[in-house]
Structures are given as C-alpha cells and as structure tokens.
Nanobody, 115 residues
C-alpha cells in the first residue's frame, strides 16, 4: 500500500522559514516525479514546486527564489524548504507523486503565516 505522509507545517511569523517533508512508503521517490501543491481556503489547489525522477526542479513564479524542493533518496523523502514566508503562503500543503498513470497524494499539512 502506498502512503505519502507530509509533516513540518505549523505557525510561523512573516519572514520566517519552514521545511516540509513528504515521506513515502510503497513507492521509490527517485522513480517518480513529485510535486508540492498548496490550497488556501476557498481557492483551488495550485502546484508550487516539482522535482522529476532525474532531479530537475521547477517552481511557480510566486515562490521562485524563496522555496526549494529537494529529495533525499536514502530517506525516500521529498522536502520543501520555504523561506521568507508571507501571509499569502498560508495554505494546506500537499505532496503528490506520479509515474505514468499512477498518482498518489498525501493528506496535507497546514502552514499558517501570522504575526
């Protein structure tokens, strides 16, 4: 059974940092493309960062230069380092991993940015 588990969310002040983790069981992240999405209340779920099986990364313009996606193959975990957080970054963050027709989602982790 495949399971993706996000962690690392929480409350942070504007300008602060958080590192989210997405740990996988049942799949090997290095064989998949993995994404971080976020969804604010009343808004659609938007993709913010991608890392391919080959390690190529891409970012939404709204987070470029502030967020970094990375992967630790030994731990089978994908990270999202988030710096210079602003209130508009507040959302539930989800990881998703896909290969061909297979796609898996985590349950999400809440990020709250507030003073």
């Amino acid at each position: 059974q495949v399971q993706l588990v996000e962690s690392g969310g929480g409350l942070v002040q504007p300008g602060g940092s958080l590192r989210l983790s997405c740990a996988a069981s049942g799949i090997t992240f290095s064989m998949y493309t993995t994404y971080w999405y976020r969804q604010a209340p009343g808004k659609q779920r938007d993709m913010v960062a991608t890392i391919t099986s080959g390690g190529t990364t891409d970012y939404d313009d709204s987070v470029k230069g502030r967020f970094t996606i990375s992967r630790d193959n030994a731990k089978n975990t994908v990270y999202l380092q988030m710096n210079s957080l602003q209130p508009e970054d507040m959302a539930v963050y989800y990881c998703r991993s896909s290969r061909g027709s297979r796609t898996y989602w985590g349950q999400g982790t809440q990020v709250t940015v507030s003073s």
